[in-house]
């Protein structure tokens, strides 16, 4: 078995191990975290060993699954699959330990359910077999529906039902695209397909309608209706999961295999999709400020987020597409950190409402201070992972739109104003009685909001072992999508 399966099976093995055992739920839960764990240590070795200036896929491994159909079992790790990767591995045990006491019944399922959808993620961004892709794809949704319907708020099978049936309409239409590019070209294999010709009629119907399955997922305007319903009703991991990686399948889609196997279309889209991506970023954003609900706000600030990597994405050039290619890391470790910081304050107050706090700082200082690391990451200031990703997105918009660039430079500021705002309220002024009641953070609860930041702080000020990973791989899909020259015997 080669280390990508083991990246991938290892949790779905824990999850294996627990249903097996006693309902003991300190064991289980230290059991749980250390499969997380080890999964870490994996994809911490693959990052450490990843070799730079490596354009393909350095690790794959493919065993013939339907030999009659040329399906296989076909996992590869290049530069764009890698940060998402370890990314997974790493909020997986944070949501974990920041949540360590909050889910109190069924506790078996509820962790036998996090190691499945770890797995299941990790097969999306390890996938290079489009049905593979698929099957770890839909995988994810069944997990995920049971622990916001499971574990979630009062409207939670409400929310559960939307998400799955948004995502499930966005999968069909996957799947009949798959369906297509198989009966067009006789494979299944994506490294295959890059070099396959798909009949110029049917390229424009394949692209969109993958683009709409990943558009869903983003989610993008205005495919985002289920997002802030599913945020808000899930459980604090899951929503932490949900932001953090879920939301990545989507715009890990549009790169894999938008840009990948429809250049020219995405080419031409590109314009189109950009002025969405920059629409949306400041719709999210003002939309955010409005919120009285702290969850809705962050979830709603994840769909202003999200347009950035949308917008880097379709700049089509090698800053753009690097930075959103960070921005979908920075994203999950700073918006999966503030659904964490919601998901503390509500253990506590039992209540989202922003008019419900204030002086969190004055009881929690310790909390507070680590709570501005997570809100400064959201709101991209210097020093941060968030500027760093930004950053870069807007100088490769500039580069190909200054107008787009522009817009976004505005759901920049649009989003300093709404979370320093949050800030204000929840955590400054007087503190009300029931927040002077609030109990000290735990040792799990520390641990978690201290690796976000730190995590925080390695990018920001350190981000070339990420960007230097991704280097060779963001320039082959540039030159593909661009139709430039190879770029083998450059110095």
């Known amino acids: 078995m080669s280390v990508l399966s083991v990246l991938v099976w290892l949790p779905a093995s824990g999850a294996l191990a627990l249903l097996g055992l006693p309902r003991r739920d300190g064991w289980l839960r230290g059991l749980a975290l250390a499969v997380m764990l080890g999964t870490l240590a994996v994809a911490a070795w693959l990052f450490a060993h990843f070799p730079r200036g490596e354009a393909g896929y350095w690790l794959s491994e493919r065993v013939p699954w339907v030999p009659a159909l040329g399906i296989a079992y076909h996992l590869g790790v290049d530069g764009i699959s890698l940060p998402l990767v370890v990314l997974t591995a790493f909020l997986f045990p944070v949501a974990l330990v920041g949540t360590w006491d909050a889910v109190r019944v069924r506790v078996k399922e509820y962790l036998v359910l996090l190691l499945l959808l770890e797995a299941a993620v990790l097969g999306t961004f390890l996938a290079l077999d489009l049905v593979l892709f698929y099957v770890f794809w839909e995988a994810v949704l069944i997990p995920m529906y049971f622990l ?19 995502t499930m309409a966005g999968s069909v239409l996957m799947l009949l695209a798959i369906a297509g590019l198989y009966l067009s070209t006789g494979t299944f294999d994506a490294t295959q397909l890059s070099a396959a010709q798909v009949p110029p009629e049917l390229q424009p119907w394949l692209f969109a309608a993958f683009l709409v399955a990943f558009a869903i997922k983003v989610p993008l305007l205005p495919l985002h209706t289920w997002l802030p319903d599913a945020h808000t009703e899930a459980p604090t991991a899951g929503s932490v999961i949900l932001a953090g990686l879920l939301l990545k399948m989507g715009t890990y889609g549009i790169v894999r295999f938008c840009l990948g196997l429809f250049p020219e279309v995405s080419r031409a889209a590109a ?22 609900d702290v969850k809705r706000l962050v979830a709603y600030s994840s769909v202003s987020h999200l347009g950035f990597v949308v917008l880097g994405t379709f700049a089509l050039n090698p800053q753009g597409l690097s ?49 501005l690391f997570v809100v400064f990451s959201s709101a991209a200031l210097p020093g941060t992972n968030g500027f760093v990703g930004e950053f870069l997105v807007l100088l490769g918009t500039f580069r190909t739109d200054p107008r787009w660039a522009a817009v976004a430079a505005v759901g920049v ?19 009300r009685p029931e927040v002077q009641r609030f109990a000290p953070l735990s040792l799990p609860e520390r641990v978690a909001l201290v690796s976000l930041v730190l995590a925080i702080l390695w990018i920001g000020l350190y981000p070339k072992p990420w960007l230097v990973r991704s280097e060779a791989a963001v320039e082959a899909v540039v030159r593909r999508v661009q139709q430039l020259p190879s770029a083998v015997g450059r110095p």
Do not use: C
Request: proline fraction near 4%; charged fraction near 10%; hydrophobic fraction near 55%.
């Open 148 to 166: 916001i319907g499971l574990w979630g708020s009062e409207r939670r099978s409400y929310a559960a039902l939307k998400f799955f049936l948004f």
């Open 271 to 292: 314009p189109a999709l950009m002025a969405v991506a920059a629409l949306g970023i400041v719709y999210g954003a003002a939309v955010a400020y409005a919120q009285s």
């Open 323 to 371: 930075g959103a290619l960070l921005q979908m890391v920075n994203h999950g470790i700073s918006t999966g950190g503030l659904f964490l910081l919601v998901g503390i304050l509500y253990e506590r107050a039992h209540t989202r409402a922003v008019d419900a706090f204030g002086g969190v700082a004055r009881v929690l200082p310790t909390f507070a201070a680590l709570s």
């Open 413 to 431: 500021v649009l989003s300093a104003v709404y979370l320093l705002w949050m800030v204000q309220r929840v955590y400054f002024g007087p503190p």
